[in-house]
């Protein structure tokens, strides 16, 4: 739903086109029959898509950032051609009633954009003022201003659709076109056999695909701690893991340091490689460490098998034995065999579980010692919408087909104004 309301916003906000005051010493942008749009403007629109990629977690290319700066002026020079034809056809102005009603919705969107920003900053840990958060978001393009000015760009697109649009409709086979084709089979492309780019762009960014991957399973799992012993010896050799660590980087350094300077190369190497040994002899020492945990916990970790076997709800179990492994520890986790985010013990036993209902025998990582719990699988393939997002989709697809119907006004309205753009400004 979150991405889908985006894109619906996005559909219906190409920017905000408010013109530079007299005041203003913004140099024009684009110039279209009596409409002008300053570069502040431009910088704007381009910024926030820039701020949406980054947002999704892609970096465009400088070929990528160059076709944005043009898409960028295009869609201005189509903003102020809507604007010339509803000046001209006297639909333009807002009644007072209308600006008010308007400039309360603004300061309601600004308002939620305020509070959210202002929880991201304190969730990463700053503590700012108001005044702050205010300044932040201004230096970033967004004002209550811009707010205004892109919600009358709504009512604008409105109006035209109105006035040249009227009759388009959209069926229930267009919304299911639609939506195939917009949102469903792009992911289904991007993430059908890419498991790690679907967890870095959807999974671990808060962001929603409209296509799940085949082979997630919801699982749970109850974390013991190790027992004191083990920690205190683990805790003992880790002076000298991370001293050994820091002697591999840097020998590892000195390889490229002699390749540069013509220098012993080989025995560059053979320093780090015998470095290399024993640093992996010393994390066998910290991975046998933490296995003879296991026999320590037995009595313990049979009787969590036994009690499960004898019917007992694993989440009753979770809240009695996994409870000093912190309270999200029983948690729902999404678990796929070929993701890159579980240490390889943990992924190896996991994905040996057959069917639902089945738990693991007790293992370690270096997090505790694991039981878990296939719990069921997770559907994959297309999302079943909402009621919510059923209505969100179809009003962006009556707006998707209404900019269609739109396009050839637009072109042909081209032809008849006296257009001047500056994208080398951008």
């Not at 293992?363 to 297309?382: C, K, M, R, W």
Request: glycine fraction near 4%; proline fraction near 4%; hydrophobic fraction near 40%.
């Amino acid at each position: 739903m979150k991405r889908l309301c985006t894109i619906l916003i996005l559909i219906l906000c190409f920017a905000f086109i408010a013109p530079a005051s007299a005041e203003d010493s913004d140099p024009i942008v684009v110039r279209v029959g009596r409409v002008e749009y300053p570069l502040s403007l431009a910088k704007y629109s381009y910024q926030s898509n820039l701020d949406l990629m980054a947002y999704q977690g892609y970096t465009p290319t400088a070929a990528e950032k160059e076709e944005l700066k043009q898409q960028t002026i295009d869609h201005l020079v189509d903003l102020a051609l809507i604007e010339n034809k509803l000046i001209e056809a006297g639909k333009n102005d807002l009644t007072d009633a209308e600006e008010t009603l308007l400039r309360s919705y603004a300061g309601n969107v600004y308002e939620s954009l305020w509070q959210g920003f202002q929880q991201r900053v304190r969730n990463e840990g700053y503590d700012a003022s108001e005044e702050q958060i205010t300044a932040w978001l201004s230096e970033q393009g967004y004002t209550l201003e811009i707010v205004y000015q892109e919600a009358l760009v709504n009512v604008r697109n409105s109006r035209i659709y109105d006035l040249y649009c009227r009759d388009v409709a959209v069926t229930d086979e267009d919304v299911e076109a639609y939506l195939q084709e917009t949102f469903v089979g792009p992911d289904r492309e991007a993430y059908e056999f890419d498991i790690p780019r679907y967890e870095r762009e959807i999974l671990n960014t808060g962001n929603e695909s409209f296509f799940t991957p085949a082979g997630y399973r919801i699982i749970r799992q109850i974390l013991l701690p190790y027992p004191q012993e083990v920690v205190d010896a683990v805790d003992a050799l880790q002076p000298e893991v991370e001293e050994g660590a820091a002697l591999l980087e840097s020998l590892y350094s000195a390889i490229a340091d002699a390749v540069l300077a013509d220098g012993d190369v080989d025995a560059a190497r053979e320093a780090y490689q015998t470095q290399a040994e024993a640093y992996a002899d010393l994390l066998n020492q910290v991975v046998e460490l933490e296995q003879s945990a296991l026999p320590m916990v037995k009595d313990t970790t049979d009787e969590i098998a036994s009690r499960y076997a004898a019917g007992e709800a694993f989440a009753s179990l979770i809240a009695e034995y996994g409870k000093e492994a912190g309270a999200d520890a029983g948690a729902e986790l999404l678990f796929h065999p070929d993701s890159e985010a579980w240490a390889e013990a943990f992924r190896q036993q996991v994905s040996a579980l057959k069917k639902p209902g089945d738990i693991t025998e007790p293992f370690v990582t270096n997090l505790g010692i694991h039981i878990v719990l296939y719990q069921e699988d997770v559907p994959s393939g297309a999302h079943e919408l909402t009621d919510e997002e059923r209505e969100a989709l179809q009003e962006s697809a009556l707006q998707n087909k209404q900019q269609q119907t739109l396009r050839p006004f637009l072109d042909e309205w081209r032809t008849r104004y006296e257009i001047e753009t500056h994208p080398e400004m951008l």
